[in-house]
């Protein structure tokens, strides 16, 4: 039994800071970088990916909308060829710093705003799909659940790995529950880790309705952008051990 | 006898535009590319490596500062790790853009600001080519003349071609002239014209003291941001056929 | 029988230029100045500030969503207060400028998408101009038909002046047909000037169905981002001046 | 005796955050407020102004290079004409947030790298002097000792207030030591409050080299940005409160 633990890291701008990187990066087996459209920029790009090589972490492009005001999570309407462009700059950014730095991008995910739009639009998540591949057929896609990206990762011949949201309630057709909806993010530590253990043990997450849902995830996606956060983050991955399971990144998971 | 005809294209941002893309692709051997900092965007990149693909033209990451606003041609003091990474980035981002579309970068040119100040700085000439280095090995350095950042190039094992500004003066060591130097900028077509003759068939550039130094540049730098100056190049070119000159880009000349 | 004659001007950045804003300033009794979120710059900003001044032109701030790279046509979604900010940000700007250069802000209008948005949405029409009227009660909001703007700048104590567009067709209700229906730009200056005339003359426009609408827009706006566009904007104002319509910037118009 | 309380506030962008601005809010008289160029956005500008008008405190522009990236801590050489209009630009944006929200600005002081490069070059101090008192002649320019900006105040009938840094070592002609110098950090809070203590009683600091340097500064920087500085902050404060001194912003100080 194996799973990988992922968190977004590098969300800082030059002088700012977002969550504590360091304490992330020492409980997680993959890194998703920002890549400085919605946070990062290219200097705190290169400490993560040496600050993850040192840790024998793997690193992925954590794609956004170019809005470092709104952090990526304002809806934009981008014409899909200029979209496409920035996501590719993007892959092509990190993939470079990566290069420099003798590491290796395995992976990538799309951010806030990005990330929930592709999530709904299947023209959308076709056309950015097909613009990852067109980069690099064999980065894996790291996603929520969301038969938009899924179908379309696969009809571009992309790798896509299931995260799982711990902390997030979903709903009976395996999607996240939006978090404008009350009870969408469960805060009670002991609950997220029952989750973890239910869904690790038994293949099983229980909906927001009670209903049992068969769900197999690669990955666990962790929070670390608030103090209590980053504890709940080495809460999880202490029980993940508990039970015996393997944290192994998703490139060196059975595909 | 060979020569790479290379401008200084992308220069766009958004729905702005700078000089004639158009026109002057038609006329060179290899573009440099603005990667987004101080010029250019991730569509505007995009289509002109593809336009390159098709019109058979290399294509090389005209790098420069984080300035759009000063497009590249203010000073601005950046620590070396940031600067590197920076570098790194948009070599990365212009890269990843020409993979995703068939094309390969074969070189690289600094912009700008960037360009002058390592042109006159030791130091900073070789981090910046150990950064390019560290990003790829066989990437092309294009630069005009520079005992700095020639010398930076060979330490970290970078072939570097020097492109000649037939429309430039250059003072007895070679270097060119400063802008805001009188007599600093050659406007006379026929002037520039015999400049280019004189470099291609005799190796010998006349200083601005009337001192003549020999030179051997493998490229040619056209200028398009203003009509005179496409209509300008144009003549170049036509004066280059006319000796008998193959055209050829920096990668494809023997090193 | 008067007229303001208004246009969007100071739409460079840095370097990059838009239109010609000398061509246009010398026509126009009104200059929309970008106020550096959309397009503009501080610099640009305060050179055109200068020459309207210096020509008798009335300012105007032409504010925007923060996207140069989209040139503010982008819809985005900004929650209410901060996009709020923003405005009152950006009117504040251009009253610095034009203060520091002894010239005054007359009026305000909304630009691309942001206007597009306003006018078909009541409730950010709403609070848009709430938020013109909590910086400056006084500014003269000029606005193509919107029956959401119009109400909500009454509601909130504004003048609002309808600016007509004159190479754009109208719907049965006075509105801007979209740009993305067939038809919806009248390119032919002879229709153009016949539709100003009849404008200006008997206060109706022909909609596209061929029905008459009464109209009394206090403001004509003039394009001049392209070549063609500018010696159209010429043509109207010498057919203003031939009708004897006096040309009148909108804060000199009887309110 | 009376002194005014400062402290370099809303220097957060988006979603990111710097220093706990609510404390330091709580112990200060004066607020000098980043004006979106090197930090801060019209959000979180238009929360601290509302803020500090709900506390009784002045509001002032705290303007910076246009280096959201670098926090305006990078050298940028920018022609005059131009920084003017970024000056004048940044002062109009945060008037306008204040007069939205009923508060008024009543100060400036120049941050990071701009600071740094007027406080030393007296043609640069002038310009800028010039574009604030071309804003507004009734400013009061907060700054740390500099001669050049003391006398291009002067010249350009602006009324300038020095602030003392109380955890800065200062050379034997009163200038502030250079960050780079061994020393120039005084860390121990006994010595700091030594240092405001024998200021405020005798007017006098104690110079590096042992000498005793007479001073009257009218103001006080606190430090926010760590939590040991915003405790520090707040012992000051008790420091001057026990002294007898009132915290007196400087626009109710006798001019």
């Excluded at 890194?31 to 040192?54: T, Y």
Aim: with cysteine.
């Amino acid at each position: 039994m194996m799973i990988d633990l992922n968190a977004d890291l590098a969300e800082g701008h030059g002088a700012w800071r977002m969550g504590d990187d360091a304490a992330m990066l020492a409980l997680v087996s993959s890194a998703n970088i920002a890549c400085g459209f919605h946070a990062g920029d290219p200097a705190i790009m290169d400490r993560m990916v040496r600050l993850a090589l040192a840790g024998g972490v793997e690193i992925g492009a954590h794609v956004g909308f170019p809005d470092l005001q709104g952090f990526g999570r304002r809806v934009m309407h981008i014409a899909p060829t200029e979209l496409d462009a920035m996501i590719i700059y993007q892959l092509g950014a990190l993939h470079g710093i990566a290069r420099a730095a003798g590491h290796r991008m395995t992976h990538m995910s799309l951010h806030g705003a990005l990330g929930n739009m592709a999530a709904a639009d299947a023209l959308m998540a076709d056309h950015l799909m097909r613009a990852v591949a067109s980069f690099d057929r064999d980065l894996i896609v790291v996603s929520s659940t969301s038969r938009a990206i899924e179908a379309a990762a696969a009809r571009h011949g992309l790798r896509l790995v299931t995260t799982f949201l711990a902390d997030r309630a979903y709903d009976d057709d395996g999607l996240l529950v939006p978090r404008s909806t009350p009870g969408s993010v469960i805060h009670a530590p002991e609950a997220v880790l029952e989750r973890v253990r239910l869904m690790l043990t038994d293949g099983i997450v229980i909906a927001q309705s009670g209903k049992a849902l068969a769900t197999r995830p690669g990955s666990i996606l962790l929070h670390g952008d608030t103090a209590g956060a980053a504890s709940l983050a080495a809460l999880i991955r202490r029980e993940i051990e508990a039970i015996g399971c393997s944290i192994v990144p998703v490139s060196r998971q059975a595909g």
